[in-house]
């Protein structure tokens, strides 16, 4: 008699308690999602993915650092930092994604939202969530930077006009508003269906994490 085929075998089942995890994951995210739909602005929100989208943030950035006398601080302190950060972001969130090979929601494919640039199959993490925390966080720290330039003329007329010439105040209000573009980007991307919570949550964490690493290396480097 001949032997008949051993039946494939099957995955390994996830632990239970990774599983919950999953499954909570996947409410919570799916619930912001259908709560959002109705009332959340699509033009806005996809806007807030193409500004965060490597293709588009990179050449700006690039551009804002070329053009930059060498003379100022933003040059060294600000957009090489950003420059940098992209790239190591860029590979860093590639590997993460290559090696996790987690799959995005599964109500992804019958959102209303179509994607503004074309997006892998994987979702963890966000590379959208991580860039616009490691933006925010290079913002942060290049705070002194961003004061010592403010003797702009166009700057300081701004600055005198706006905010009765307190130079920290307004650096402080644009810092704030970088953080709410961050936080609000993250938040889209779970209403937009791209994905799931614990996505967006350690994107912007490793985002964060990219832009203290950034700025060690370049200080390490003699760059800073």
Request: a positive charge.
């Amino acid at each position: 008699m001949g032997q008949g085929h051993e039946p494939p075998e099957t995955p390994p089942a996830a632990p239970p308690l990774f599983r919950r995890i999953h499954d909570l994951d996947n409410a919570v995210s799916f619930f912001i999602h259908t709560l959002t739909r109705p009332i959340a602005p699509k033009p806005l929100l996809r806007f807030l993915e193409l500004l965060a989208d490597f293709r588009f943030f990179f050449p700006v950035s690039l551009a804002l650092f070329l053009a930059a006398p060498s003379s100022s601080p933003l040059r060294s302190n600000l957009f090489l930092p950003l420059l940098v950060c992209s790239l190591i972001d860029l590979l860093f969130i590639a590997l993460i994604k290559f090696l996790v090979r987690r799959s995005r929601p599964s109500y992804a494919n019958h959102s209303q939202y179509n994607a503004v640039v074309p997006v892998d199959n994987f979702s963890f993490p966000s590379g959208h969530s991580s860039r616009v925390c490691f933006v925010a966080s290079v913002f942060s720290l290049s705070r002194p930077s961003l004061l010592a330039d403010l003797h702009h003329p166009h700057v300081a007329f701004i600055v005198n006009r706006w905010f009765g010439g307190d130079q920290a105040l307004a650096i402080d209000i644009l810092i704030s508003t970088v953080w709410a573009w961050a936080v609000t980007t993250v938040i889209s991307r779970v209403a937009l269906g791209r994905h799931y919570v614990i996505d967006v949550f350690f994107g912007a964490c490793f985002g964060v994490l990219e832009a203290f690493f950034t700025f060690r290396l370049l200080e390490f480097r003699g760059l800073l």
